[in-house]
């Protein structure tokens, strides 16, 4: 069965300091990624995706992500983080086949001065 | 600006009150999906629409149905709120449904008393 592991419940990041969000997925094809951020009593804005092509990918608010298919992995990352960066981030994963889409249960981010 | 509109934002209501639930899209998309996320939980899929198809998830409780009069309209209708489904309502569209991205309405806070 097809999921998503976000593995870091909550992460704690200086402001200025970079920040690495880990996604794994399990899935027999290549899916499309994507990586979502909730602010607190927010819906979710769409900060990237991969469908193909290049593997490293750039988003909105200086958010990149880099797919490795070797690992199953869709890391989200960014060089130096803001504290309004402070959201909760869901990555996801749609299919082909099958049509279906499936989320991460999220990583809290919290940034402190 | 197109986007995904929820009305109300914050909704209260009483133990076994019927309540309805509204989303309105000016993106012409053709699906839509409603989705329930708990508090510090990923968003839950309840069903969604693929034009005028209905595809209701396996595990959605009985209690939510859902209605779709028009491309632009989606409505939650919840026949009988218990105090387990208090939670945010987000409302969301896109294009299609193999991989396509998702467009995340703001959500509506749902109290039940």
């Known amino acids: 069965a097809q999921s998503v592991t976000q593995p870091d419940i909550h992460i704690t990041v200086s402001e200025g300091a970079s920040l690495e969000l880990r996604c794994n997925y399990s899935y027999g094809a290549t899916p499309y990624l994507f990586w979502y951020v909730q602010s607190p009593g927010q819906g979710l804005q769409l900060l990237l995706k991969y469908f193909s092509g290049d593997t490293l990918v750039q988003g909105i608010k200086g958010f990149e992500a880099e797919f490795k298919r070797s690992q199953s992995s869709f890391n989200l990352r960014k060089p130096s983080v803001h504290w309004s960066d402070a959201a909760e981030y869901f990555c996801a994963v749609g299919t082909f086949t099958g049509n279906q889409f499936y989320f991460g249960t999220g990583t809290s981010l919290t940034v402190i001065p | 600006d197109a986007m995904v509109i929820q009305n109300p934002r914050y909704q209260v209501t009483q133990f076994g009150k019927p309540v309805t639930l509204s989303c309105s899209q000016t993106?012409?998309?053709?699906?839509m999906y409603w989705y329930q996320q708990k508090s510090s939980q990923a968003p839950k899929l309840l069903f969604h629409?693929?034009?005028?198809?209905?595809?209701n998830e396996a595990d959605t409780p009985d209690n939510f149905q859902s209605r779709r009069p028009n491309t632009s309209f989606c409505f939650l209708d919840i026949r009988s709120p218990g105090l387990g489904d208090a939670a945010m309502y987000l409302c969301?569209?896109?294009?299609?449904?193999?991989?396509?991205?998702?467009?995340f309405g703001p959500g509506t806070r749902l109290t039940v008393t």
């Open positions: 629409y693929y034009d005028k198809d209905f595809n």
């Open positions: 993106l012409n998309h053709n699906v």
């Open positions: 969301a569209t896109s294009r299609g449904t193999a991989g396509y991205e998702q467009y």
